[in-house]
């Protein structure tokens, strides 16, 4: 249970994250706006890290004896934001959303079979309603007007 | 002529586009699984530490090819929250990933995305425009209501 509840803050705090970097990104530039982020993060896992008394993972015989493989997850995930961005200039939040979406729960489903030997249909198709539950949601959205908004109505 | 190759032009980049967003997807989902396997050799912020330091190296890299001069000052407090939270966000990823599976978390992760971006959306939050929660995307919500249901049951 306490995963279930803590993978539903995780996306909660997600977005607020997602809206933060594009704040950054806005401010001082996409790259730069990524890098506070990085520098912040990098510099305050490592202190947790020897407060915790793990530093014994940053021995370089530990390193290498990792799976190379298992540190590219990193470089995906700084190509993934850059491709996001680009992306998204080109395409509406919809489209944008529910195409990073369907790759997204499409990959995890197939990994969850590599790692884990696990498939289900019923998974998929819960996936599926999620990928249309999004759809629709996005495809409903409509903004205020200004004035309106501004006015309560 | 020349109009017919520049709409069919446009169509091709704009499917390359969308060709783009799909990869981003798909590789932010290998990211999920390989920190979730990270924890088979990692503590969590041995984990955090790793998956941001490789992407700093490589943005400096980056950064220094493209001769930008680095900024960080002048942004409203909470743009300098965002290691912090990008920290929690890795470390709790990783953390049910290792122990739910990629497909579950990102199945309950998106419920709490479409929560958050629906009060980001209501109270105009970060500049973005107020947009009322409708009647007409209740059945959009109960439809990833369901299909998180179904994930995680299964």
């Given at each position: 249970?306490?995963?279930?509840?803590?993978?539903?803050?995780?996306?909660?705090?997600?977005?607020?994250?997602?809206?933060?970097?594009?704040?950054?990104?806005?401010?001082?530039?996409?790259?730069?706006?990524?890098?506070?982020?990085?520098?912040?993060?990098?510099?305050?896992?490592?202190?947790?890290?020897?407060?915790?008394?793990?530093?014994?993972?940053?021995?370089?015989?530990?390193?290498?004896?990792?799976?190379?493989?298992?540190?590219?997850?990193?470089?995906?995930?700084?190509?993934?934001?850059?491709?996001?961005?680009?992306?998204?200039?080109?395409?509406?939040?919809?489209?944008?959303?529910?195409?990073?979406?369907?790759?997204?729960?499409?990959?995890?489903?197939?990994?969850?079979?590599?790692?884990?030997?696990?498939?289900s249909l019923l998974r998929a198709v819960g996936i599926f309603l999620i990928l249309t539950g999004m759809a629709w949601v996005e495809k409903e959205k409509k903004p205020e007007p200004k004035d309106s908004a501004a006015n309560g109505k | 002529m020349i109009r017919y190759a520049q709409l069919h032009k446009k169509e091709g980049v704009s499917l390359l586009y969308l060709g783009l967003l799909l990869l981003a997807g798909i590789l932010q989902g290998v990211m999920v699984s390989f920190n979730g396997q990270m924890g088979n050799y990692f503590s969590l912020f041995g984990i955090c530490f790793f998956v941001h330091a490789i992407a700093l190296i490589l943005l400096f890299a980056y950064l220094l090819a493209k001769r930008q001069t680095l900024r960080f000052a002048g942004a409203p407090w909470y743009v300098y929250l965002v290691g912090v939270m990008g920290i929690a966000i890795v470390?709790?990823?990783?953390?049910?990933?290792?122990?739910?599976?990629?497909?579950?978390?990102?199945?309950?992760?998106?419920?709490?995305?479409?929560?958050?971006?629906?009060?980001?959306?209501?109270?105009?939050?970060?500049?973005?425009?107020?947009?009322?929660?409708?009647?007409?995307?209740?059945?959009?919500?109960?439809?990833?209501?369901?299909?998180?249901i179904l994930v995680v049951l299964n």
């Open positions: 249970m306490i995963y279930y509840l803590t993978a539903l803050i995780n996306g909660f705090f997600n977005s607020i994250n997602r809206m933060t970097n594009v704040r950054a990104g806005k401010l001082f530039g996409t790259a730069n706006g990524a890098l506070i982020n990085y520098v912040e993060a990098t510099v305050l896992s490592l202190l947790l890290m020897l407060v915790l008394k793990n530093g014994n993972e940053l021995a370089w015989g530990h390193i290498v004896s990792v799976p190379w493989w298992v540190y590219l997850g990193s470089v995906c995930g700084l190509l993934a934001q850059l491709l996001q961005i680009v992306g998204t200039l080109h395409s509406n939040t919809l489209v944008s959303s529910v195409l990073m979406l369907a790759g997204n729960l499409g990959m995890s489903l197939a990994l969850d079979y590599v790692f884990y030997g696990t498939f | 470390a709790s990823s990783s953390w049910c990933t290792l122990h739910v599976g990629a497909s579950a978390f990102m199945a309950l992760s998106t419920a709490g995305q479409l929560v958050s971006s629906a009060l980001i959306d209501r109270f105009g939050l970060f500049g973005m425009p107020v947009t009322r929660i409708r009647r007409q995307q209740l059945p959009g919500y109960a439809l990833v209501l369901l299909g998180v």
